[in-house]
């Protein structure tokens, strides 16, 4: 499958997150080949550290059970947003970039490794990563 497309939308609205002043990640979230919710990063302009692109596009779906869903997310989640996305069962998560090692105290914690664990959650890396990793930085 060419995840390209739903990819390109994802790093929209990351493009959106950096030019508001927050992290530059996106999120949407694709049931049945359509787009029914969109996220970015707005820990920063919010004051939520919970507000993450992921998180964000998944509050704005009534149903618990996401199994069937695919989350588009341009950037790797953090172990908060990966805890997220099992609670919610997202069948199929994919990443744009990638968290460089060094990074951040949890950048060995990648989504592969934490789907491994839950056993329950597939993980398809690497669509746009060059241009994920673009918009990743706060816009100052």
């Known amino acids: 499958m060419d995840h390209t497309t739903f990819m390109r939308e994802a790093l929209a609205e990351a493009v959106r997150a950096a030019e508001r002043g927050d992290v530059g990640v996106g999120a949407v979230v694709v049931l049945d080949g359509a787009i029914v919710a969109r996220g970015g990063n707005r820990a920063n302009t919010t004051g939520d550290p ?80 060059a241009e994920c990793l673009k918009v990743r930085a706060p816009a100052r």
Do not use: K, W
């Not at 990966?82 to 990443?95: E, N, Y």
């Open 50 to 129: 919970f507000a993450h692109a992921e998180t964000d596009a998944m509050r704005q779906v009534p149903r618990l059970d996401l199994s069937a869903a695919t989350l588009y997310t341009s950037f790797d989640p953090c172990p908060m947003c990966f805890g997220a996305l099992l609670v919610r069962r997202v069948g199929t998560v994919v990443i744009g970039a990638r968290r460089p090692r060094g990074t951040s105290t949890y950048a060995g914690l990648n989504a592969e490794a934490m789907a491994e664990l839950a056993g329950r959650t597939d993980v398809v890396p690497g669509p746009l990563a």
